[in-house]
């Protein structure tokens, strides 16, 4: 089946300091992923869909200029929260879509000190 | 895309079928239901998914009703490890889509 992995699956930075967080499908390639954020005991909320050689598109209420995101390959695409703050420590989960179905990373645990 | 009704949190025996149930009385007719449950800590998994028909997986079978309004997900012999959040979500299927959660039902299997 079709898998997706993250690296790192947990971080620990300090305020004020930039992460970067891969996303990467492993045997199949795709032109859409997408990152969620999770706060805990919340659901997950779409951040921005990233598309393989153009920018993203985020959701209403996400600083693209905070969390960039870059998709330069079709089994490549990368996080990078910018300046992280403690009120980004979070559950950051990507998904990759192959076929019609959604496939999802088993998720980074980030937190900023 | 249309809205789900799940209710927060349900408990089953395990061994036994864990039967949860969604609304989306909002469903339009190139709406699938799609199912996933995510785990502490994890990503989610992708469970099962239908259009109109009932369908079964190795996992599950998904029940939608005849109006499409609501459909129940069972877990025939649910196991300890069936705990988790599970997430009932109506997409169009094509395209780039994306995959918007609901607060999902917190299904806790006890022994």
């Known amino acids: 089946g079709a898998v997706v992995s993250q690296h790192p699956s947990r971080v620990i930075c300090k305020s004020g300091t930039s992460v970067k967080i891969e996303c990467r499908s492993l045997?199949?390639?795709?032109?859409?992923m997408f990152w969620y954020r999770q706060f805990p005991k919340q659901s997950l909320m779409l951040m921005a869909t990233s598309n393989e050689g153009s920018k993203a598109t985020y959701e209403q209420g996400v600083e693209k200029d905070k969390f960039l995101i870059n998709h330069a390959s079709l089994t490549l695409s990368t996080l990078t929260v910018t300046s992280a703050h403690p009120e980004d420590s979070s559950f950051y989960i990507c998904?990759?879509?192959?076929?019609?179905?959604?496939?999802f990373g088993p998720g980074t645990r980030l937190t900023v000190t | 895309d249309a809205k789900t009704t799940q209710p927060p949190s349900m408990d089953c025996a395990e061994g036994r079928a864990a039967n949860l149930p969604c609304n989306h009385s909002?469903?339009?007719?190139?709406?699938?239901v799609y199912w996933y449950r995510q785990i502490h800590s994890q990503g989610p998994q992708y469970i099962i998914h239908?259009?109109?028909n009932n369908e079964t997986n190795e996992m599950a079978s998904l029940i939608i009703t005849e109006d499409r309004k609501s459909s129940t997900l069972i877990l025939p012999h649910a196991t300890l490890r069936d705990t988790a959040v599970y997430y009932c979500?109506?997409?169009?299927?094509?395209?780039?889509?994306?995959?918007?959660f609901g607060a999902g039902t917190r299904l806790t299997v006890k022994p």
């Open positions: 979500i109506v997409r169009v299927d094509y395209n780039n889509n994306d995959m918007r």
């Open positions: 045997d199949f390639q795709a032109t859409t």
């Open positions: 909002t469903i339009s007719g190139n709406e699938y």
């Open positions: 239908g259009l109109k």
């Open positions: 998904s990759a879509r192959h076929s019609y179905e959604q496939y």
